[in-house]
Nanobody
């Protein structure tokens, strides 16, 4: 069973930085778009950033200039570099990806289990 595994969350002071990583746990033939979402307590899950297989990126307005999404296609890994963190960035961060396990061209959407990011002094 393939799943996405996130790492890198933790507790950081306002203004600090964290780097999240996400990669599939099993064998994958190809990964298309990859993205990060987040969910704060009592709120709906929201889009944070996305990156296509070609490297095009997209961000929610509140993180532009502070967060950077990137990927290493050789390692099937997506990263989220978060700088200038604010208390309102506190949430569980989820990785999302469209992945194909075979050369058939059929893609399925996968979610990770989430990693907690807490920004507090």
């Amino acid at each position: 069973q393939v799943r996405l595994v996130e790492s890198g969350g933790g507790l950081v002071q306002p203004g600090g930085s964290l780097r999240l990583s996400c990669a599939p746990s099993g064998s994958i033939f190809r990964i298309n778009a990859m993205a990060w979402y987040r969910q704060a307590p009592g709120k709906q899950r929201e889009f944070v950033a996305a990156i296509t297989s070609g490297g095009s990126t997209n961000y929610r307005d509140s993180v532009k200039g502070r967060f950077t999404i990137s990927r290493d296609n050789a390692k099937n890994t997506v990263y989220l570099q978060m700088n200038g963190l604010k208390p309102e960035d506190t949430a569980v961060y989820f990785c999302n990806a469209d992945m194909s396990r075979t050369s058939s061209g059929h893609y399925s959407n996968y979610w990770g289990q989430g990693t907690q990011v807490t920004v507090s002094s």
